[in-house]
């Protein structure tokens, strides 16, 4: 199996984000979302790339169960908010659990959130989908979810996501997980939301 690229840290300081011209004021909302305020230049400086010709249109693809604990759907529902506001495109499954929560997230912060759905029609996607793509794949679907995906983060989940971690790591895609995720070589776990977020940032600062 292949392994992820290094994270973008060995790269990446948050000095170089303080000396970006180009970064935007914080929006309220993410400052409120964003407790470590270390954080704060580096999504302004997402936003901006992301409010211009530069954005980045490849999505981040969040995976987990469909029967999730509460504190997976916080997280993730936490995640699909940064992104939504961020202006940074999610996908996903489609249906309940993880995969509704981070849509949800999404959703109220006014981004864009596509399900690839397993059926072949759009009943049972959750509500919040901006595009709710039935592939009529099965669990097919899994490589989609993983190879479309920029980034993937990984919250809980069982051989389902495991299947999509796996493939997301041998096409070269890097997975952020929490929260009980399963264990696949490669993978980059952490403790706290504090840290994921972190990771993340600095995930989608090195899309640039």
């Known amino acids: 199996m292949g392994h992820a690229r290094p994270g973008p840290s060995a790269g990446h300081s948050l000095k170089d984000t303080d000396m970006n011209s180009n970064a935007v004021p914080l929006p ?6 964003l407790t470590d305020t270390t954080l704060h230049e580096r999504a302004a400086s997402i936003l901006a790339r992301q409010s211009g010709p530069g954005a980045v249109r490849q999505p981040v693809s969040v995976v987990g169960p469909r029967e999730a604990s509460d504190a997976q759907l916080v997280c993730a529902r936490r995640v699909g908010q940064l992104l939504g506001l961020l202006g940074v495109p999610v996908l996903c499954g489609g249906k309940n659990g993880v995969m509704a929560a981070v849509s949800q ?3 109220e912060c006014g981004g864009i959130v596509v399900g690839l759905l397993p059926e072949e029609d759009t009943q049972l996607a959750n509500p919040y989908l901006t595009v709710a793509v039935p592939t009529g794949l099965g669990i097919i ?8 995906a920029r ?10 996501t495991t299947s ?4 997301a790591l ?3 895609k890097p997975v952020l997980a929490i ?6 070589p490669g993978y980059r776990p952490f403790a706290d ?4 977020v972190a990771a993340l940032l600095d995930e989608l600062i090195a899309c640039a």
């Open 28 to 33: 309220e909302a993410l400052r409120v979302l």
């Open 105 to 107: 997230g999404v959703s």
């Open 141 to 148: 679907r899994n490589a989609l979810i993983a190879r479309a």
């Open 151 to 160: 980034i993937m983060v990984a919250i809980g989940g069982g051989l389902g």
């Open 164 to 167: 999509e971690m796996a493939l």
């Open 170 to 172: 041998q096409w070269g």
């Open 179 to 184: 929260h009980g995720a399963p264990e696949v």
């Open 193 to 196: 939301e504090a840290g994921l």
